[in-house]
């Protein structure tokens, strides 16, 4: 099975700043047929379900704001959010999609500094 | 634009089976390249993948769960759902169902139902 591991467990940036999380997984997931990395992101909010966010770990999903971005190949991910608002406060997941059984990471929980 | 609804009790008693449906709107479950997933999250901790379900009925579990679950398809309902037998607390968890095609990632997620099992 696929373990992935993110850091750090919390974060607090202030307002304007910008916000990096980390993401690890214990396999690649760069399939070598396509070059693709196998990973999401999510994001959630209290009493929400996680929201997608970035796909093939660096593709922003239609409506997200360009200050999220993704990066990262084989085992080393990470998402950034360029500019910090207020309404990013949550918790972020990671997720690979390689293969079964699909697995998140633990999450990291994003507040205001 | 395809939503997902799950239902079922809230409340199920320690060994007993939990079952919860999710009703699928604006798509057919049992038509293209789409699984049909459920995806679990204990109050305050992370995400855990169940299984899932094909359109053609094929299911693959989670090898942690496998023993006790089962996914099925009702396509009069254009529904699917989640059976885990013998359950316990550790088995409380807000059960969300999820589509996705063969390795993709999720979306769309429903909104999910929370399950206590105590007596």
């Known amino acids: 099975d696929i373990v992935m591991t993110q850091s750090p467990d919390s974060l607090a940036v202030s307002l304007g700043e910008r916000a990096t999380i980390n993401c690890k997984s214990s396999?690649?997931?760069?399939?070598?047929?396509?070059?693709?990395?196998?990973l999401a992101w999510y994001q959630q909010k209290p009493g929400q379900p996680p929201k997608l966010l970035i796909y093939?770990?660096?593709t922003r999903e239609s409506g997200v704001p360009d200050r999220f971005s993704g990066s990262g190949s084989g085992t080393d991910f990470t998402l950034t959010i360029s500019s910090l608002q207020a309404e990013d406060v949550a918790v972020y997941f990671c997720?690979?999609?390689?293969?079964?059984?699909?697995?998140f990471g633990q999450g990291t929980k994003l507040e205001i500094k | 634009q395809v939503q997902l609804q799950e239902s079922g009790p809230g409340l199920v008693k320690p060994s007993q089976t939990l079952s919860l449906s999710c009703t699928v709107s604006?798509?057919?479950?049992?038509?293209?390249?789409?699984?049909w997933n459920w995806i679990r999250q204990p109050a305050g901790k992370g995400l855990e993948w169940i299984g899932h379900?094909?359109?053609?009925?094929?299911?693959n579990y989670s090898p942690s769960l496998k023993s006790r679950v089962t996914i099925s398809l009702d396509t009069s309902k254009n529904q699917f759902s989640l059976k885990v037998r013998s359950v316990t607390a550790a088995d409380t968890a807000v059960y969300y169902c999820?589509?996705?095609?063969?390795?993709?990632?999720?979306?769309?997620w429903g909104q999910g139902t929370l399950v206590t099992v105590s007596s």
């Open positions: 093939w770990a660096s």
């Open positions: 379900i094909f359109s053609s009925g094929e299911t």
């Open positions: 604006g798509g057919a479950v049992s038509s293209g390249n789409y699984y």
């Open positions: 997720q690979q999609f390689y293969d079964t059984p699909y697995s």
């Open positions: 999820a589509r996705n095609v063969r390795n993709g990632y999720f979306d769309p």
């Open positions: 396999h690649s997931i760069l399939y070598s047929s396509n070059n693709m990395n196998y």
